[in-house]
């Protein structure tokens, strides 16, 4: 009879800054709106170094549409707690609303975070 040693736990994976970003925006949203594309390039100044985010949320359906329409008036002014991050500017940069078929609003936005530290 064999003995076999038990599962080691799968390493855990590392939340990225740009994970960390489409959590904050989910929680921001409500959770109503859809990643359609997320890129990032890295941004510096003299004295700054960091990243650039550029997002394409999704909200379909009228409750989602709504979340959609909130999300677009709070990002600007939104306090966000992102770990070792500062987000230095948030801004929507175009909306785009639909009715037919069914409600849908489109927004693309970006984020300039820097590195704290």
Do not use: N
């Not at 990032?40 to 409750?63: D, M, N, P, Q």
């Not at 966000?80 to 849908?104: K, M, N, S, Y």
């Amino acid at each position: 009879m064999s003995v076999e040693a038990p599962l080691a736990p799968p390493p855990r994976s590392r939340r990225t800054a740009a994970d960390r970003v489409r959590a904050a925006l989910a929680e921001l949203h409500e959770y109503r709106g859809q990643v359609l594309t997320h890129t990032e390039k890295a941004w510096a100044s003299i004295t700054f170094a960091g990243t650039r985010h550029t997002l394409a949320l999704l909200f379909v359906g009228e409750e989602a549409v709504e979340a959609g329409e909130q999300f677009v008036a709070a990002l600007p002014d939104h306090e966000f707690a992102i770990p070792g991050q500062l987000v230095a500017d948030a801004g929507v940069t175009e909306v785009e609303h639909r009715l037919l078929p069914e409600p849908r609003l489109v927004v693309q936005c970006e984020l300039l975070l820097l590195e704290e530290g």
